[in-house]
């Protein structure tokens, strides 16, 4: 049994590394490997990296990228499980959904390929059957002790609530399907992406979206709408751009009599047509707007890290 001190003294890689283990190490078919990799879109033509072949599942729609690298390895007589070859790789002072998204897929390759994964660190190894749940437990006890030891060493990881992380990542990923659903009723609607922007003022990092121009949009939960309007200038003749910021709260309060509301995956989404956004518009003077959007930087959603 692992007691804390040795865990934390073990963690000494930024990533989860699993071994994929076997009876006696014998080599993986590669052939039905890549032909089941080859199924899952996300994962890239595989590349010759440092002696290894290298899958990689990089996810435009949530930034999630994690690997599955082989090497040859000469397998054992003994009948015991030992490495085939086969290891993923997720990174440490992620988001938690990394590990949400990426045990989906190492669950299942564990069940379809019959092996055991081991936790290069720790040596933990998970069942034949694995649930999601284990490899994801798995990588936030390293992801823990990564982000306290980065701390200790006067890091400043940019850092969320986990609630905040997962609703980031539970929207960006319906994105699509939102925008499909919603284009048959208002073809110019627009899905906005959700940005993570860290405060220097307040410093915090908070979430916004851009609402440009008065058009259709969905108003996914956050904490800022940014809203950029042309205003005309000399009897009509400019337009000047500007770009002010409300909070979400406020504005909903202002508005909420203007939004519909579209369930995907039991998932409520709130969002305004082209024909009704009139009606939004005229209750944005009475809403407080803010200018110092300097005070703001942008930050990578894969460089945001949970709190829990």
Same mark, same amino acid.
């Given at each position: 049994?692992? &007691?804390?001190?040795?865990?934390?003294?073990?963690?000494?890689?930024?990533?989860?590394?699993?071994?994929?283990?076997?009876?006696?190490?014998?080599?993986?078919?590669?052939?039905?490997?890549?032909?089941?990799?080859?199924?899952?879109?996300?994962?890239?033509?595989?590349?010759?990296?440092?002696?290894?072949?290298?899958?990689? /599942?990089?996810?435009?729609? &949530?930034?999630? /990228?994690?690997?599955?690298?082989?090497?040859?390895?000469?397998?054992?007589?003994?009948?015991?499980?030992?490495?085939?070859?086969?290891?993923?790789?997720?990174?440490?002072?992620?988001?938690?959904?990394?590990?949400?998204?990426?045990? @989906?897929?190492?669950?299942?390759?564990?069940?379809?390929?019959?092996?055991?994964?081991?936790?290069?660190?720790?040596?933990?190894?998970?069942?034949?059957?694995?649930?999601?749940?284990?490899?994801?437990?798995?990588?936030?006890?390293?992801?823990?002790?990564?982000?306290?030891?980065?701390?200790?060493?006067?890091?400043?990881?940019?850092?969320?609530?986990?609630?905040?992380?997962?609703?980031?990542?539970? /929207?960006?990923?319906?994105?699509? $399907?939102?925008?499909?659903?919603?284009?048959?009723?208002?073809?110019?609607?627009?899905?906005?992406?959700?940005?993570?922007?860290?405060?220097? &003022?307040?410093?915090?990092?908070?979430?916004?979206?851009?609402?440009? $121009?008065?058009?259709?949009?969905?108003?996914?939960?956050?904490?800022?709408?940014?809203?950029?309007?042309?205003?005309?200038?000399?009897?009509?003749?400019?337009?000047?751009?500007?770009?002010?910021?409300?909070? /979400?709260?406020?504005?909903?309060?202002?508005?909420?009599?203007?939004?519909?509301?579209?369930?995907?995956?039991?998932?409520?989404?709130?969002?305004?047509?082209?024909?009704?956004?009139?009606?939004?518009?005229?209750?944005?003077?009475?809403?407080?707007? @803010?200018?110092?959007?300097?005070?703001?930087?942008?930050? $990578?959603?894969?460089?945001?890290? $949970?709190?829990?």
């Amino acid at each position: 049994m692992l &007691t804390q001190r040795r865990i934390g003294s073990i963690f000494r890689s930024m990533s989860l590394v699993l071994e994929f283990m076997t009876v006696g190490g014998v080599r993986p078919d590669l052939e039905s490997f890549e032909a089941w990799v080859a199924e899952i879109s996300p994962f890239q033509v595989p590349i010759e990296q440092e002696g290894h072949r290298v899958w990689w /599942y990089r996810n435009p729609l &949530t930034n999630v /990228y994690f690997s599955i690298s082989y090497r040859h390895v000469d397998p054992l007589e003994e009948d015991i499980w030992a490495p085939c070859g086969l290891e993923a790789t997720i990174n440490h002072l992620r988001p938690s959904y990394f590990a949400r998204e990426a045990s @989906n897929y190492l669950a299942a390759m564990v069940r379809e390929f019959g092996m055991l994964a081991r936790d290069a660190d720790t040596g933990q190894l998970l069942s034949m059957d694995p649930e999601p749940e284990h490899v994801e437990r798995l990588w936030e006890l390293g992801n823990r002790h990564v982000r306290e030891d980065a701390i200790s060493q006067g890091r400043k990881p940019h850092t969320v609530t986990r609630e905040a992380n997962l609703r980031w990542w539970e /929207y960006s990923r319906r994105r699509a $399907d939102l925008l499909a659903k919603l284009r048959t009723e208002d073809p110019a609607i627009v899905v906005p992406e959700v940005h993570f922007l860290h405060s220097r &003022t307040l410093g915090r990092v908070l979430t916004a979206f851009s609402w440009k $121009d008065g058009v259709g949009t969905v108003f996914p939960p956050c904490d800022l709408v940014i809203i950029e309007r042309n205003e005309k200038h000399l009897l009509g003749f400019r337009k000047e751009r500007k770009l002010t910021y409300v909070s /979400y709260d406020a504005l909903i309060r202002q508005i909420v009599g203007a939004l519909k509301t579209v369930e995907l995956d039991s998932q409520p989404y709130r969002y305004l047509t082209g024909d009704n956004s009139w009606r939004a518009l005229e209750r944005l003077p009475s809403i407080p707007q @803010n200018e110092d959007i300097e005070s703001y930087s942008h930050v $990578d959603s894969a460089r945001v890290t $949970d709190d829990a």
